[in-house]
C-alpha cells in the first residue's frame, strides 16, 4: 500500500475507536495494494505427504489435466485451506513431476504470506519453477484528483471522452445490450451508469479491469479479511470501494519504468513488497494511461488523465482474519433466523436467550454485524463475546 496520506472524510468516533493504537489518530491511506491472486508451478521431488508445518488431504475437486488434487493447511489455520495443488498429470504434454499450486485468496492479504509459501515449498518437497498467475489489485474509495469522480471516469470513457493509451475506439452507449465489447475494451453495465471497464482478454499476458469491488461482494460473495482490511485503513463503509486489478499471466520478467531494473518472473521474489510496488508503478504508468479526448490530435499530445499519485507507497498485509466468507444465502438464512425471533412467542426465556445467542454468533464469524444494524436498526442485538463465549449486555450504539 502506498503512503499517499491526504485527508480523508472524517469517520465517526466510534470507527475510530476500532482501530489499533497505533493507527488511531493517523492520516489514513486512500488506496491499499495488493495480492488478489497467486499460481504457480513448481517440480515434486518426493510423495506428497503432510510434514510437521503443513498439512495435506486428497480434495474433493478434479481436474481435467491431473490425476490428483491436494488440500493444504498450515499449522496456524487448520480451519481455513491455505492452498489447492494439483499433482500427477495424465495429459503427455505435462511432465508427471509438475505440480500447479494455487494459493487461496483469504492467505494473499496475511502478512507471514511469503514466509507460508517458502515453508510449504521447502517442507512438501518443491522446488519453484515459474509463477502462473498474478493478479495485482489497488483499492480505493476516490482519485487523488478530487475534480473527477469515479463515476464520471467511467461514463467517460464510455462515451470515449477519456481514451486509454493505445486505444482505437469503444462502442457508444445504447439500451441494446448490458455489455458491449470493443477492438481492446469492454463496458458493463448496471441500468445507464458504468460499473466497470475492461482490456484485453482474459487468457491473455495481461488483461486490466476497475470494477466495483463492494458491489462484486454484495452480489456474489462477502469476503471479511478484505473488509477488515478496508475498515483498518480508514475506507467508509458508506462508500463504495473500487478496485483496478492487473491481471498477469507472465511469460517473460517486466522492467521497472522508474529504475529500468528487470524483475524475473521465475524469481520467487517476484511477489516480494518491493517487486509488487515496482510492477504496479509500471503496469499503471504504461497500461492505465488515459487522456481526453480531442479530434486530430495524437496521444502523446492529449492532456493526460490524472488519477493517483503514485509517489512514496508500500504494500501492507494483514494478520489471520477468524471470520468466514459468506453470501446471500447466508443473510437469507440470517433473515429467517431474525423473523423467527421477532414472529414467534417464546414463553421459555432461555430459549429466546439462546436463539438470540446463537443469532448474534453467526453475525460475528461472518462480519456481518454491521450489516445486520443497518437492516435492523431498532432491533436490540446484543454484543458475542467468542473470548467469553456468552453474550454482553446490549450495544449502546451501532459500533460496526
Known amino acids: 500500500m502506498r503512503k499517499v496520506f491526504i485527508d480523508f472524510p472524517q469517520h465517526p468516533a466510534k470507527a475510530a475507536d476500532l482501530l489499533p493504537s497505533t493507527i488511531r489518530g493517523a492520516k489514513m491511506p486512500t488506496k491499499i ?32 489435466l491431473f490425476k ?15 492452498a489447492k495443488m494439483s499433482s500427477d498429470a495424465h495429459v503427455s504434454f ?38 502462473g498467475r498474478v493478479d495485482i489489485s489497488l483499492d480505493f474509495q476516490r482519485f487523488d484528483n478530487t475534480d473527477l469522480s469515479i ?11 477519456f481514451i486509454k493509451a493505445g486505444q482505437r475506439n469503444m462502442r457508444p452507449f445504447t439500451e ?9 475494451g469492454e463496458l458493463f453495465y448496471s441500468g445507464r451508469n458504468v460499473k466497470a471497464v475492461s482490456f484485453g482478454s482474459r487468457k491473455s499476458e495481461l488483461y486490466t479491469i476497475m470494477y466495483n469491488k463492494s458491489l462484486e461482494m454484495r452480489t456474489c460473495k462477502r469476503k471479511p479479511y478484505i473488509v477488515e482490511m478496508w475498515e483498518q485503513y480508514g475506507f467508509s463503509p458508506d462508500h463504495d470501494t473500487y478496485r483496478i486489478e492487473f ?25 516480494s513488497t518491493d517487486n509488487i510496488d515496482k510492477l504496479f508503478t509500471t503496469l499503471f504508468s504504461k497500461k492505465f494511461c488515459f487522456a481526453k479526448l480531442e479530434e486530430g490530435k495524437r496521444f502523446s499530445r492529449l492532456e493526460k488523465v ?49 436463539l438470540e445467542y446463537y443469532l448474534s454468533k453467526v453475525l460475528y464469524t461472518y ?27 446490549p450495544f449502546p450504539e451501532n459500533n460496526n
Open 247 to 271: 491481471s498477469l499471466k507472465p511469460k517473460k520478467g517486466l522492467v521497472d519504468i522508474e529504475t529500468a531494473e528487470f524483475i524475473n518472473h521465475k524469481s520467487i521474489d517476484f511477489i
Open 151 to 161: 463515476k464520471e471516469f467511467l461514463n467517460g470513457v464510455a462515451v470515449c471522452d
Open 33 to 64: 495494494l495488493n495480492i488478489d491472486w497467486l499460481e504457480f508451478t513448481a517440480v515434486r521431488r518426493k510423495e506428497i505427504e503432510s510434514s510437521f508445518l503443513f498439512t495435506v488431504k486428497e480434495s474433493t475437486e478434479r481436474s481435467k
Open 68 to 82: 490428483h488434487v491436494w488440500d493444504i493447511y498450515n499449522i496456524d489455520d487448520q480451519e481455513n485451506r491455505f
Open 306 to 354: 490524472h488519477l493517483f499519485d503514485l509517489q512514496d507507497y508500500k504494500c501492507e498485509l494483514m494478520d489471520t482474519c477468524d471470520k468466514q466468507d459468506s453470501t446471500n444465502y447466508t443473510k437469507g438464512l440470517i433473515n429467517m433466523m431474525y423473523k423467527s425471533i421477532k414472529n414467534f412467542s417464546y414463553q421459555d426465556q432461555q430459549e429466546l436467550g439462546q
Open 367 to 393: 462480519h456481518l454485524t454491521g450489516w445486520f444494524r443497518r437492516k435492523y436498526p431498532d432491533y436490540n442485538l446484543k454484543e458475542y463475546l467468542p473470548q467469553l463465549g456468552q453474550l454482553s449486555i
Open 94 to 131: 505435462i511432465d508427471k513431476g509438475i505440480v500447479i499450486c494455487k494459493i487461496d485468496n483469504r492467505f494473499l492479504y496475511h502478512k507471514k504470506r511469503d514466509e507460508y509459501i517458502k515453508f510449504m515449498l521447502t517442507e512438501l518437497g518443491l522446488q519453484f519453477k515459474h509463477w
Open 176 to 184: 441494446l445490450s448490458e455489455s458491449f465489447v470493443a477492438e481492446n
